[in-house]
């Protein structure tokens, strides 16, 4: 209107509908370019701070940086749990991803909970694995303390041990 102009930029989830951010923008129109490049900053300044935030709520990590570790991470959850045979499979996967990256909590974590279930399960007459369980869930949290599944492993190791103070 006249020399005025109203700009309104929003980000919308699209998975929800829902929106995320919304800012309205009334300028005096002098010189489009320096507006644009103004409310071009005013954006990318929100949505780097919104975005992760998002990111941070979500939790979304990278497990590794090896792509053939990760593969073998992710074969070994499509294994575990099942059956005694595909538990022993995706032991084995997970060992392997642990090979090519010693620093790969969440296949430590899984790791552990595979050798769990060996326990519970009796599907082992080895008596070292509950302590080997334990030792990998261990392992889990020393290489990522804020990674929920090495937690929480661990404390199904500890309440098996009887260590309900831990």
């Known amino acids: 209107a006249g020399n005025q102009v109203r ?6 989830d699209p998975g929800t509908g829902f929106h995320l951010w919304a800012e309205r923008y009334d300028r005096k129109l ?4 320096a507006l644009q490049d103004e409310i071009t900053t005013h954006i990318a300044q929100a949505l780097e701070l919104r975005l992760t935030e998002r990111e941070q709520a979500k939790a979304v990590r990278r ?3 090896s792509l053939e570790a990760y593969d073998f991470f ?6 575990f749990l099942a059956t005694n045979d595909t538990n022993a499979q995706a032991q084995a996967l997970f060992r392997r991803a642990i090979e090519l990256d010693p ?3 969440a296949a430590y974590a899984i790791l552990s909970y595979t050798l769990y279930r060996d326990w519970f399960n009796q599907w082992t007459d080895d008596p070292l694995r509950l302590q080997q369980s334990f030792d ?3 392992t889990a949290v020393a290489l990522d303390g804020s ?3 090495a937690r929480a492993y661990l404390a199904w190791a500890y309440l098996a041990k009887k260590q309900h103070d831990q």
């Open 74 to 79: 992710l074969r070994g959850r499509e294994q």
């Open 7 to 12: 700009i309104t930029a929003q980000l919308i």
């Open 103 to 105: 620093g790969f909590a």
């Open 147 to 149: 990674l929920p599944l």
């Open 136 to 138: 990998a869930a261990e």
């Open 30 to 33: 002098t010189d489009i370019f």
């Open 63 to 65: 497990y590794t940086d």
